[in-house]
């Protein structure tokens, strides 16, 4: 099992930037692909980015490529996902995802095993 809490949400203005983290609990970090998905109101859950083991290979949806990067630190179990020059469109719960070991870092829900609850971020016009 694999423990996964989100934190770093909140409520910005249109140009701002957030700094969301996960922390992971439960199995080697360093073994698990992870990513992070959007979920807006009233819409489906949507791959946003991921990251390699060793976070040396990432993944980005086309809507926050060079807005958003994607990191780990192995060291502290953590990944993160650094959001620039936000948009109110990016307003949404963002979810953190783990995958099993060698399972790739894909860019689907069903590619990812463990999920966190998820923390908001509102992005004001």
Known sequence: QVQLVESGGGLVQTGGSLRLSCAASGRTFSSLPMGWFQQAPGKEREFVASISE?????????????RF??????????????????????????YCAAAMPGAGWGTTQP????????????VSS
Not at 55 to 64: F, I, L, R
Not at 111 to 122: I, L
């Open 54 to 66: 060793s976070g040396g290979t990432t993944h980005y949806a086309d809507s926050v490529k060079d």
């Open 69 to 94: 990067t994607i990191s780990r630190d192995n060291a502290k179990n953590t990944v993160y996902l650094q959001m620039n020059s936000l948009k109110p469109e990016d307003t949404a719960l963002y």
């Open 111 to 122: 590619d990812y095993d463990y999920w966190g609850q998820g923390t908001q971020v509102t």
